[in-house]
Nanobody, 124 residues
Framework: QVHLVESGGGMVQAGNSLRLTCAPS????????MGWFRQASGKDREFVAS????????YYARSVKGRFTISRDNVKHTVFLQMNSLNPEDSAVYYC?????????????????WGQGTQVTVSY
């Protein structure tokens, strides 16, 4: 069974950028829509971005549209989340997830495999 590992999180000041990476282990991401979700302290997990297979279509939460970009490299089997113009409201644990669908999805229930998460903290 494939496992997902997120990396690239950290602490940054508001207005700066981070790039998160999702890499598979024990499998690949072929024929699978991929998504990013986040969970802030004391809040429920929420949808951030989704990318279809093989990657032509993307979809974003309203709160991050225009600031975040999801992309994928199907040769290296990795997924990225470029986060620009970060603000403190973006602080959360960010999770990468793999879906059994091939079209963009925004519900956590449509994803089957989840990474362990990477912490993103944005300070003033």
């Amino acid at each position: 069974q494939v496992h997902l590992v997120e990396s690239g999180g950290g602490m940054v000041q508001a207005g700066n950028s981070l790039r998160l990476t999702c890499a598979p282990s024990g499998g690949d991401l072929s024929m699978a829509t991929m998504g990013w979700f986040r969970q802030a302290s004391g809040k429920d997990r929420e949808f951030v971005a989704s990318i279809s297979w093989p990657g032509r279509n993307t979809y974003y939460a309203r709160s991050v549209k225009g600031r975040f970009t999801i992309s994928r490299d199907n040769v290296k089997h990795t997924v990225f989340l470029q986060m620009n113009s970060l603000n403190p409201e973006d602080s959360a644990v960010y999770y990468c997830a793999k879906s059994h669908y091939t079209v963009v999805r925004d519900s956590s229930s449509d994803y089957d495999i989840w990474g362990q998460g990477t912490q993103v903290t944005v300070s003033y």
